[in-house]
């Protein structure tokens, strides 16, 4: 499924100022052994923007980023974002 997405970015510690971005966006069902996890691939037509992003069934209220290799990365960094209610 094809959409777009509107994205903004804020790095803790680093700047006040938001990162704005926007663009196609690809949406498969399945990640690794979760079948009916969602992938989002943001930018998928472009080699050096691609990023990627993960739902999964067990943390339906929570999205994760991925690296490059679409891995969920290994940091003391959170990497989640949650929804709020």
Excluded at 43 to 72: C, H, W
Aim: glycine content about 4%; charged content about 30%.
């Amino acid at each position: 499924m094809n959409e777009t997405y509107s994205l903004e970015e804020t790095y803790l510690g680093k700047s006040d100022q938001a990162i704005q971005s926007k663009g196609p966006m690809l949406i498969e069902r399945g990640y690794e052994k979760d079948n009916d996890a969602t992938l989002y691939i943001l930018n998928p037509d472009s080699d050096t923007e691609k990023r990627y992003f993960v739902r999964l069934t067990a943390q339906p209220g929570k999205l994760i980023m991925l690296d490059k290799d679409q891995k969920i990365i290994n940091s003391k960094l959170n990497y989640t974002l949650s929804e709020e209610k």
